[in-house]
């Protein structure tokens, strides 16, 4: 039975070149969401472990063709005999099925289940659009950057050599500084070419919590409309009635009418129970998405909130901190992260975001400290403007220069306008 489930290992693997471009909420839709519904959609396939979908009675009808029958058509249930009561005292053996008048009668039809694999398989793709749109529009630019930089810290010790052990890499010194200058680079001409990261990113979130409400829409309208209350009715009568709601949407026993015509020509109904051996899985797979789908909402809900407050706040400088904290734990040096946070937008402030949930303390610090060189702060900045528009440079003295970093003066920021250097 484990072989039928390889196809959702690879999933469930940690794999530590995994970089992160999204958050926890939207890995909750894109990865578990989908590994629930595939591994749904494997189990109802199953028939070697849980015996035929249907299997319907009949003596005078073969088997085979009653039962072929029986599950592309539909079976039913009387609703008369959808009864609690009833079945306590014994005048039914199972509920919904019972002597009825033909045509006289409300029955319920039920039809769902020769299409639950389709449903439950169209739903995990969807439930993966979101990333896919997502990923097509970040464009694997935060791994680019990243890579191999997961064990930076360990490169103070390898002067000259960078060392790979397995799938870890361990860059030395001097690659190390190479690669903070490409992210700093990357960081600038993101923040004057391209702002639509950020929006791009909002848009796959709110379509996460829309594709929510279409698939609890769906799967309502696929049950007849028993699924918005399913869960809750699940709770309260599963353990104090003796019929209860999943035995009236998920029934175990159904009937069938099967027609063919007799020896004289006339036609002939052969009225058939059917054991539907499906519907004790079925039952627990709706059952545990309705409580996965009200436990995702609520949580998708609070990342939108989240999100709305990084929109407001992130200039804030105590906000920033807090989240920058949150993605992974680290000092950061307040006045170079202030410098640097007063220039961003809200795309490049999420685009900071999630190199500091990629990167360590060691070079995201030094990543702030290249970027607060290129944004300094207005004292400084003056002090920079002043030395430039200085008709003589002996006017600054030995001292004077001394409190200025290379990364200021040579600030590509602050270069007159005819000039095109990044670095």
């Known amino acids: 039975m484990l072989h039928a489930f390889s196809a959702v290992s690879p999933y469930l693997k940690f794999n530590p070149k995994r970089v992160t471009i999204d958050n926890t909420i939207f890995k909750l839709h894109y990865r578990w969401t989908f590994i629930i519904l595939i591994v749904a959609t494997i189990l109802v396939c199953s028939r070697q472990y849980f015996g035929e979908h249907i299997k319907c009675i009949s003596d005078t009808v073969p088997v085979h063709v009653i039962n072929t029958y029986c599950f592309f058509t539909s079976t039913f249930t009387v609703v008369r005999h959808l009864n609690n009561t009833a079945l306590s005292n014994g005048a039914i053996f199972q509920p919904g099925i019972g002597p009825y008048e033909i045509y006289e009668e409300p029955i319920k039809r039920h039809a769902y ?31 680019a950057l990243v890579y191999g930089l997961k064990m930076v810290s360990l490169s103070k010790y390898l002067k000259e050599r960078s060392l790979k052990y397995g799938q870890l890499s361990m860059p030395c010194l001097e690659e190390t500084e190479c690669r903070i200058k490409d992210i700093r680079r990357s960081m600038i001409e993101r923040m004057r070419l391209n702002n639509s990261w950020g929006a791009h990113m909002v848009f796959a979130e709110l379509l ?79 059952t545990i998405l309705w409580f996965w789908y009200a436990f995702l909402f609520l949580f998708t809900l ?37 410098a640097v946070i007063k220039k961003c937008n809200f795309s ?76």
């Open 113 to 143: 289940y020769q299409w639950v694999p389709f449903l439950l398989f169209g739903q995990a793709l969807c439930f993966y659009i979101p990333h896919f749109l997502w990923k097509t529009w970040e464009g694997g630019r935060i791994k």
């Open 208 to 286: 996460n919590l829309l594709n929510l409400m279409l698939q609890i829409y769906w799967t309502n309208l696929f049950l007849g409309g028993a699924f918005y209350s399913l869960g809750a009715k699940v709770y309260a009568e599963r353990w104090t009635e003796q019929m209860d709601a999943l035995d009236i949407v998920f029934p175990k026993v159904t009937k069938c009418h099967f027609h063919k015509y007799g020896s004289s020509g006339s036609l002939q109904m052969h009225d058939t129970l059917c054991v539907m051996a499906l519907n004790i899985i079925n039952e627990k797979i709706y």
């Open 302 to 338: 609070l990342g939108l909130v989240w999100r709305a407050s990084t929109f407001l706040f992130y200039k804030n400088i105590k906000f920033t901190r807090i989240s920058f904290y949150w993605a992974k734990p680290g000092k950061i040096d307040d006045h170079e992260l202030t």
């Open 348 to 423: 490049n402030w999420t685009y900071l975001f999630f190199l500091r949930s990629n990167l360590s303390e060691f070079v995201f610090n030094k990543v702030i400290y290249h970027l607060s060189s290129e944004f300094p702060s207005e004292q400084r900045e003056n002090v920079i403007n002043a030395a430039k528009l200085s008709p003589k440079d002996d006017d600054l003295g030995p001292s004077r220069l001394q409190t200025l970093r290379i990364d200021e003066i040579g600030s590509p920021l602050l270069e007159e306008k005819g000039t095109n250097k990044l670095e």
